[in-house]
Nanobody
Framework: QVQLVESGGGLVQAGGSLRLSCAVS????????FAWFRHTPGKEREFIAA????????YYGDAVKGRFTISRDNAKNTMYLQMNSLKPEDTAVYYC????????????WGQGTQVTVSS
């Protein structure tokens, strides 16, 4: 079973940057897709970005295109989310998630990490 542990959240001023990490462990995950989501109380969970562990294109939600970058380091078994030009509306708990390519929805989740952007 794949396990995910996020880190890197914190408090940052608007316009600043943060990099989130998601440590991946468990069985081989070359057939997995990995993604970042975020959630703010009172709102629906929002898709941020996704990437296949085996490589290929990355996909982004409209709210973060051009500001956030998803990447993975296979040697370190870690996925990253580089967040630039942060806005107060980016404040949320950020989760990494995973699913096998033939599974319809993401079914493996990390515990989340809080990101707070002050104005």
């Amino acid at each position: 079973q794949v396990q995910l542990v996020e880190s890197g959240g914190g408090l940052v001023q608007a316009g600043g940057s943060l990099r989130l990490s998601c440590a991946v462990s468990g069985r081989t995950f070359s057939s997995y897709l990995f993604a970042w989501f975020r959630h703010t109380p009172g709102k629906e969970r929002e898709f941020i970005a996704a990437i296949a562990w085996s490589g290929g294109s990355a996909y982004y939600g409209d709210a973060v295109k051009g500001r956030f970058t998803i990447s993975r380091d296979n040697a370190k078994n870690t996925m990253y989310l580089q967040m630039n030009s942060l806005k107060p509306e980016d404040t949320a708990v950020y989760y990494c998630a995973a699913r096998q390519v033939f599974v319809q929805s993401y079914d493996i989740w990390g515990q989340g990490t809080q990101v707070t952007v002050s104005s």
